[in-house]
C-alpha cells in the first residue's frame, strides 16, 4: 500500500475535532464539514470513500458528539 494523501487520527471524546494530515500540509484539527472542505481544497479530485487515498486509524466518518455552544 502506498502512503495515503490523507491520514485521519484515532477518535478521541476529549475534542470536537480529529487530526488529519493533509499530504504536504502536515496535521489539522478538523471537523466533518472542515475536513471535507480541506480535503477538496487540496486534493479537488479526491475519492473520500477510497482506503488507498484516506486512511482513518479507527472509526471511519465518526467524530465526536458536540454542540452549539460547548468549547
Known amino acids: 500500500m502506498t502512503n495515503p494523501l490523507i491520514l485521519v487520527a ?3 471524546t476529549d ?3 480529529r487530526l ?3 499530504e504536504g500540509h502536515g496535521w489539522e484539527p478538523v471537523d466533518p464539514q472542515e475536513f ?8 479537488p479530485d479526491i475519492d473520500l470513500k477510497d482506503p488507498q487515498l484516506v ?3 479507527d472509526r471511519p466518518w465518526e467524530w465526536p458528539a ?4 460547548e468549547a
Open 36 to 43: 471535507e472542505a480541506r480535503a477538496h481544497e487540496l486534493f
Open 55 to 57: 486512511h482513518w486509524e
Open 20 to 22: 488529519a494530515r493533509f
Open 66 to 69: 458536540w454542540r452549539p455552544g
Open 15 to 17: 475534542s470536537r475535532y
Open 10 to 12: 484515532e477518535f478521541r
